[in-house]
């Protein structure tokens, strides 16, 4: 059974610094693509940032140079540094894992979601 479970969501003021965590387990064999996604109300699922199983990323151009993905593969955790926040960063923040899924460029590439932290910058 695969669970993925995000913390580290909060409100922060622009300029600010939040660093989100995304803790998985279930995963007994193979190692998934993971990554970050998106989504604020009335807009459809954006991809923010992904990882894949051998560590290659990717960034979406509105975060590129602000945010930082990363794994702890001793702690199945991966982490989303965001630093330099907007107010049009402000949504539901997802984490997403799945296989041969990397890069990912639609919600769909990816297979497993957990359910979501909330990054609100004002």
């Known amino acids: 059974h695969v669970q993925l479970v995000e913390s580290g969501g909060g409100s922060v003021q622009a300029g600010g610094s939040l660093r989100l965590s995304c803790t998985a387990s279930g995963f007994t064999m193979d190692k998934p693509d993971m990554g970050w996604y998106r989504q604020a109300p009335g807009n459809e699922c954006e991809l923010v940032s992904t990882i894949s199983s051998d560590r290659s990323t990717f960034y979406s151009q509105s975060v590129m140079g602000r945010f930082t993905i990363s794994q702890d593969t001793a702690k199945n955790t991966m982490y989303l540094q965001m630093n330099s926040l907007k107010p049009e960063d402000t949504a539901m923040y997802y984490c997403?894992?799945?296989?041969?899924?990397?890069?990912?460029?639609?919600?769909?590439?990816?297979?497993?979601w957990g359910q979501g932290t909330q990054v609100t910058v004002s």
């Open positions: 997403a894992a799945g296989f041969e899924a990397w890069p990912g460029g639609n919600c769909p590439d990816y297979t497993y």
